[in-house]
C-alpha cells in the first residue's frame, strides 16, 4: 500500500489536463464575468446618452422642462418611471468652481437643467456570484442654454427744442451747446454699437489687452468718452450729420477735465470678463442721443443746473429752471446685457421751474414756484423666450417700474436741490406780492406704481429697437391739476393780516387757466433731462438664444 501511494505521488502523468481542467474553468468564469460587465458598460452608454439628449431637449424648453426629457426618454424606449428627477437651476459657467458646486438646483432664474435617470441591467453568470439578477444603473446629464438679452431704460423726446436742450446738455456737460433741432434729430437716428464705442474708448485713452470691465469701471474723462462717440459712430454710420453734430459736441468739450466712471453708462454683463476688441454674438446699439444724454447726466453728478427757458407757452411771460441729477444706485447702469434678474436704473432727478405768470386785473403776476423730484425708475430682465429653431418667434418681457414722482408748490431752496438723502417738505411759499397784500400757497401731489408692470417685445420690437412706454397706473389728471387740487392759499391784508376777498378766486384762476402750458413745460424739461412724468421707456436692442449645451 505504501509503495502505491508513493508511486503515486512520484507519477507525472496527466498533469497538463488537470491543470487545463482548472485554468479552463477560470477562462470560463472571466469570460461569463466579462460579458455581464460589457453588458452593463454597454447600457450604461446608452442610458447616459439618453440622459444627455433628455437635458439639452429639457434645457431648450426650461418651461416645459419634465415634459420635455420625459418625451425623449419615452421616445429612446425607455419608460417614463426610469427618470428619477428633472431639475431645473442655475448653472455658473465659473472655473474656479469645483464641478458639483456649478449648478444649483431650484435656483432662480432657471438657465440649466439636471437630469437623472435609473434603469436595471440583467446579469448574465454575475447572478452566481452576487445572487442579483439586475444591476442597477444611474446616470445624470446637466445641459444649459444661453438667453440673454441687451436692454436699456430712458425717455423718448417725443418734440425736440434746441435751446433747451442746449441749455441743458451744456450744463451738465460743463460747456455752451449750439446744436440746432435736425442736429438733434440726427442724434436720434444716428445708432452706435456699444462694444465698438468702447474699443474706441479703449484705444483713445490708452488701455490695451484689458477687459471690458476694467475699462469700464475706470476713471475717464468725459471729453474722451464723447471723442471716442464720434469714432464709434464714424464706424458704425460712416460720416453723416450725427458725426458732424457729435464732432461740435467733442470740440465744445475739449480742456473739459470732468471725469467719469462708464460703469454706470453700460454694463456688459457676462462679456464683461472678454477682453476688448472682441464682439459678442449679442449686438448692443444705442441712439448717440442717449448715449450722450446718460453721459452728461453722470458728468453732472450732483450739480444744480440754472437755465432761462423760453418756450413761448400761453399764460406764461418768462420760466427759470434749475435742475439737478443724482446718481443711479450704486452698481446699476442705464444700459444691460444680461440674463433674467438683470436691471437697469434712470438717475434720480429733481427741478425746480420759477414761472411767472400773466396775471389779470389787480394782480398783474404770479410766481408760482414748481418743484418735481422723480425717483429712479427700473426694469428688470423677466425672462428671455428663445424659438427653437426658429428664433423670429424670439421675445423678451421686461418688468417696469416707472419713478414715483414727488411734487410741491413751495419754499424749496438751492440747498433742497442737492440733499438727495433727505425728502423735501417745503414751507408755503410767497405767490403774490401787492405790497400790503401777500398771498402765499403750499401744494402737494404724488404719482406712484405700486408693483412692476410687464411689458413683451416680439423680435420684430428687438429688431426695430421699439421704444415703449410704462405710464404710472391709477393717474388719471394732469400732475398741475393734481397740485391745483391740493394748493392752499393764504391772503394776508398788512401787518394785520386781515383777509382780502376776492384775491384768493383771481389767483386760482389765473393758475388754473395755466394748467396745460404748465404741464407742456414740464414734460419738455424733463425730456430733455432724459425722463418722463411718471413714465418709464424701455427698448431692447438685441436677443441671443444659443442652442443648449451639455456642461460639467
Not at 408 to 417: E, H, L, P, Q, R
Amino acid at each position: 500500500m505504501r509503495k502505491l501511494l508513493h508511486e503515486f505521488v512520484r507519477d507525472r502523468r496527466g498533469n497538463i489536463a488537470i491543470m487545463s481542467a482548472g485554468v479552463m474553468l477560470l477562462v470560463v468564469g472571466c469570460a461569463a464575468l466579462g460579458i455581464d460587465v460589457g453588458t452593463i458598460f454597454a447600457d450604461r452608454r446608452k442610458v447616459q446618452s439618453a440622459a444627455d439628449l433628455a437635458a439639452i431637449v429639457a434645457a431648450s424648453d426650461l418651461t416645459h422642462a419634465t415634459a420635455a426629457a420625459t418625451a425623449v426618454v419615452t421616445k429612446n424606449n425607455y419608460s417614463s418611471s426610469s427618470i428619477v428627477a428633472v431639475e431645473p437651476g442655475v448653472y455658473t459657467a465659473n472655473a474656479a468652481l469645483a464641478p458639483a458646486q456649478r449648478f444649483v438646483a431650484a435656483a432662480t432664474p432657471a438657465n440649466a437643467v439636471r437630469v437623472t435617470m435609473q434603469t436595471q441591467t440583467p446579469l448574465y453568470f454575475g447572478r452566481v456570484l452576487t445572487s442579483a439578477s439586475q444591476f442597477t444603473i444611474n446616470t445624470t446629464a446637466t445641459a444649459t442654454t444661453t438667453q440673454m438679452a441687451s436692454f436699456a431704460i430712458g425717455s423718448r423726446l417725443v418734440s425736440l427744442n434746441g435751446g433747451l436742450l442746449n441749455a441743458l446738455l451744456g450744463g451738465m456737460l460743463g460747456t455752451t451747446l449750439n446744436l440746432s433741432a435736425m442736429d438733434y434729430q440726427s442724434l436720434i437716428d444716428a445708432k452706435i454699437d456699444a462694444f465698438d464705442f468702447m474699443s474706441a474708448l479703449a484705444t483713445r485713452v490708452g488701455l490695451t489687452g484689458v477687459t471690458y470691465n476694467t475699462l469700464l469701471n475706470s476713471n475717464l474723462k468725459v471729453s474722451d468718452i464723447v471723442a471716442a462717440m464720434v469714432t464709434a459712430q464714424t464706424l458704425d454710420n460712416g460720416i453723416n450729420a450725427a458725426t458732424t453734430a457729435l464732432q461740435s459736441v467733442s470740440l465744445a468739450m475739449a480742456g473739459i477735465t470732468k471725469t467719469i466712471t462708464p460703469s454706470s453708462l453700460l454694463n456688459a454683463g457676462p462679456y464683461g470678463s472678454m477682453t476688448v476688441g472682441q464682439k459678442p454674438k449679442t449686438g448692443v446699439t444705442i441712439s448717440a442721443l442717449d448715449m450722450l444724454n446718460a453721459t452728461a447726466s453722470l458728468a453732472n453728478g450732483a450739480n444744480q443746473i440754472a437755465a432761462n427757458v423760453n418756450l413761448s407757452l400761453p399764460g406764461i411771460a418768462g420760466i427759470t429752471l434749475m435742475a439737478t441729477v443724482g446718481e443711479r444706485p450704486v452698481g446699476t447702469s442705464w444700459v444691460a446685457v444680461g440674463s433674467a434678474g438683470a436691471t437697469v436704473h434712470t438717475a434720480q432727478t429733481r427741478i425746480l421751474l420759477q414761472i411767472q405768470l400773466i396775471g389779470s386785473g389787480s394782480v398783474s403776476v404770479v410766481n408760482l414756484p414748481v418743484y418735481v423730484e422723480i425717483a429712479d425708475g427700473t426694469a428688470t430682465l423677466n425672462s428671455v423666450s428663445c424659438g427653437y429653431p426658429n428664433l423670429s418667434t424670439s421675445s423678451v418681457q421686461l418688468g417696469v417700474s416707472p419713478g414715483i414722482v414727488d411734487a410741491w408748490i413751495g419754499n424749496v431752496t438751492a440747498a433742497n436741490m442737492t440733499n438727495f438723502p433727505s425728502p423735501v417738505n417745503p414751507p408755503a411759499v410767497n405767490i403774490v406780492n401787492l405790497g400790503l397784500t401777500q398771498v402765499s400757497g403750499r401744494a402737494h401731489a404724488t404719482m406712484a406704481n405700486t408693483s412692476p408692470t410687464n411689458v413683451n417685445f416680439s423680435y420684430a420690437d428687438i429688431q426695430a429697437q421699439t421704444k415703449k412706454t410704462v405710464s404710472t397706473t391709477g393717474y388719471t389728471s394732469s400732475l398741475t391739476s393734481s397740485l391745483l387740487n391740493d394748493l392752499s392759499l393764504t391772503v394776508q391784508l398788512g401787518p394785520l393780516g386781515l383777509p382780502l376777498p376776492g384775491i384768493g378766486p383771481l389767483v386760482t384762476s389765473i393758475i388754473s387757466g395755466a394748467t396745460a402750458s404748465i404741464d407742456s413745460l414740464l414734460a419738455s424739461v424733463l425730456q430733455s433731462l432724459g425722463v418722463g412724468l411718471g413714465q418709464a421707456d424701455v427698448w431692447v436692442t438685441g436677443v441671443r438664444c444659443d442652442g443648449a449645451v451639455l456642461v460639467n
